[in-house]
């Protein structure tokens, strides 16, 4: 039997792919994450033990640009992965985490078929 795998559609009704989060800490007990998308609530989005001190979460989150930081065993960490930080009201860093629109199926159709037209 064949499972449907559909989008999974944001609050704002639009899909985009998951966002993984990625945190390795050796020593770390519970690691969760922070942000604009959970109101600063690291008990909302704990992240799952991978082993060897590897942490992982994905999120499915409406395009946009958000804020957040690692908390691991309390202690609030910017993400040492993030590719941008911006610096925050306490004096330290909070990484920037970018979500971009997913490409829709539909338009590459469109685009597929004018291309194909095109060429006619």
Do not use: H
Not at 6 to 35: F, H, I
Not at 62 to 86: K, S
């Amino acid at each position: 039997m064949r499972k449907n795998k559909s989008k999974q559609l944001n609050r704002n009704g639009s899909s985009s792919p998951p966002v993984r989060l990625e945190y390795t800490d050796p020593t770390a007990a519970a690691v969760c994450v922070a942000g604009t998308f959970n109101d600063w609530r690291p008990e909302a989005t704990p992240m799952v033990a991978l082993g060897a001190g590897r942490w992982m979460k994905e999120l499915t989150l409406p395009p946009g640009v958000y804020e957040y930081r690692i908390v691991a065993d309390g202690e609030w960490l910017p993400d040492p992965l993030a590719r941008e930080t911006n610096p925050n009201p306490f004096g330290g860093l909070n990484s920037v985490l970018k979500v971009e629109d997913a490409p829709s199926s539909v338009a590459g159709a469109v685009c597929l078929k004018r291309k194909q037209q095109q060429e006619l």
